[in-house]
């Protein structure tokens, strides 16, 4: 599988040895002057852009903390998007655990 980074258009960068598929890199878990916070069902989410054109969510009052998912991409999409993504996420967690339910 090759690589691909945004603003590597020849294809010959390294990739990065110390990356994890699907584990984003650890956040303070609040808000900052590039993200917002939406609270929906009563839990509350910071919303940040990525590289990528799409938006990182993150759980704060989740039970597992740093614990998201990101959508790509999300130009342009409505308060009203952005809680759908949400909600489609929490209409998967486990209850017990706190994560993606296991099919």
Not at 13 to 21: I, M, Q
Request: charged share 25%.
């Amino acid at each position: 599988m090759k690589a691909i980074y945004p603003d590597d258009r020849d294809g010959d960068r390294e990739g990065d040895p110390e990356a994890v598929p699907g584990l984003r890199p650890e956040t303070t878990g609040s808000a900052d002057a590039t993200s917002h916070t939406l609270e929906v069902d009563g839990e509350t989410f910071v919303l940040r852009s990525n590289a990528f054109g799409g938006t990182a969510y993150t759980w704060l009052s989740g039970p597992n903390p740093g614990y998201g998912f990101g959508v790509s991409p999300t130009a342009n999409l409505s308060l009203d998007e952005h809680t759908t993504n949400i909600r489609d996420l929490l209409d998967t967690i486990d209850a017990g655990s706190g994560y993606i339910e296991d099919d």
